[in-house]
């Protein structure tokens, strides 16, 4: 009886249980990882510390496992899980036969750039009509991918032309849809001399088209803020800003209030300004906006508002340090973070994104490796974050002192 069965008839004495969490078994590489991705699913005890050694597993055993039509179906199911994926093992997960067209559709459905370029490079992926589908869904697609998979969908289903011509002329939908959309974007509070830069601006006008079904869908919804107005008043903000609220209308103003200088009156205005705007309003503000606008909107619950403020051009590294350690944000904004280069070259993001009890496990595992041993042994501490972060996080930080004990 293999050592994997006799785990499943809990057949394992306890000392033996924790050998194999720690992938020291001396079994075929491919039992290893039957065994700790079985832990890692199904044992209350030494499913943590199955998943910490499967996150650093062996890459080429990992390639070997992904790529094997035959390696048992939990595992492949554990591989090609958003929380479990491994960048590396991504291109031989899509090819394998083994792999179902649903798994990657739902893997589609939660795409990131990465995963976005990989599956586009995939001729099986490119294959899959649903998965190109789910695919065309994704916020974070560029013009030119969005027409490649309108191409490739056209291609694999020409009964369904007149369905994918949406996809496939953003230009003409947007200009089709400006003049039906100016006077409600008016009345929705963007005055006519906003509409005209707005219009002419290079980069909302991209973010727009790329973003065009997603805006669609989202319609008229209104500025929501993650974690409420009341956690805006805890940051710092006004009780002017808490008074200009959708839920609290502004009281009308006093002659004496009417002479307060401009610039008061613009900051006193932030708030309530963003509240009467609607999402291509909001998307133009967070590309366009100052310092303070851009910290209100990157807490919009409207992703496609949220994801837009990572791409303003005049935002600071400063800013992006605030936000990658904020827990009033999006889930997708702590996820778009890490795939900027730029950010990723500024050690106190990459730090403040692990230390964050809202990063998703899979992003502050991937990312921990770059931390120095101080702030791996603070995160080791940190009971905010979860069990997981801590244990590994300890394990990097000792492995780091001895080697340099070494030298």
């Not at 990465?114 to 001729?123: G, H, N, R, V």
């Not at 974070?140 to 289903?157: F, H, I, M, P, W």
């Not at 070259?345 to 490796?369: E, F, S």
Request: aromatic share 4%; with cysteine; charged share 25%.
């Amino acid at each position: 009886m293999r050592i994997i069965d006799q785990i499943r008839a809990s057949r394992l004495p306890s000392n033996m249980m924790q050998f194999a969490a720690r992938g020291a078994l001396q079994v075929p590489s491919a039992e290893n990882i039957e065994i700790l991705v079985h832990l890692a699913r199904h044992n209350k005890v030494f499913g943590e510390l199955a998943r910490i050694t499967l996150a650093g597993w062996d890459v080429n055993a990992s390639r070997a496992a992904a790529s094997d039509p035959q390696t048992s179906a939990e595992v492949l199911e554990y591989f090609i899980s958003p929380d479990n994926l491994r960048p590396v093992l991504l291109p031989l997960l899509l090819e394998n036969p083994s792999i179902s067209e649903k798994q990657l559709v739902k893997l589609a459905q939660s795409a990131t750039r990465e995963l976005i370029e990989a599956m586009l490079k995939s001729q099986r992926a490119c294959s899959m009509v649903d998965v190109l589908e789910a695919l065309q869904r994704s916020p974070y697609l560029t013009q030119g991918e969005s027409e490649k998979l309108a191409n490739l969908v056209d291609a694999l289903r020409p009964q369904s032309s007149a369905e994918s011509i949406a996809f496939s002329s953003p230009h003409e939908s947007a200009v089709e849809g400006g003049a039906a959309g100016e006077a409600g974007e008016t009345a929705a509070g963007v005055d006519s001399p906003e509409n005209e830069e707005w219009v002419d601006d290079g980069t909302v006008s991209a973010y727009l088209n790329d973003h065009m079904h997603d805006i669609e869908a989202e319609g008229e919804k209104a500025f929501h803020a993650i974690g409420g107005i009341a956690d805006m008043a805890s940051e710092g903000m006004t009780e002017t800003h808490a008074a200009a609220t959708p839920e609290s209308p502004a009281a009308p103003r006093t002659a004496v209030e009417l002479k307060k200088p401009p610039v008061e009156a613009k900051r006193e205005n932030s708030l309530q300004k963003i509240s009467h705007l609607d999402v291509k309003g909001r998307i133009q503000l967070a590309l366009k906006g100052n310092k303070e606008e851009r910290s209100l909107l990157i807490r919009d619950g409207t992703k496609v508002v949220a994801l837009a403020v990572l791409e303003a051009p005049k935002l600071s590294d400063g800013e992006v340090e605030k936000f990658a350690s904020q827990k009033n944000v999006l889930e997708a904004v702590l996820r778009q973070i890490p795939l900027k280069r730029r950010f990723m070259k500024n050690y106190i993001v990459v730090r403040n994104l692990v230390a964050n009890p809202r990063t998703p496990l899979d992003l502050g595992l991937g990312l921990m490796k770059n931390l120095l041993a101080q702030d791996l042994k603070n995160i080791s501490a940190n009971k905010e974050v979860s069990e997981t972060i801590r244990k590994l996080a300890l394990k990097m930080y000792k492995q780091k002192v001895e080697s340099a004990n070494k030298k």
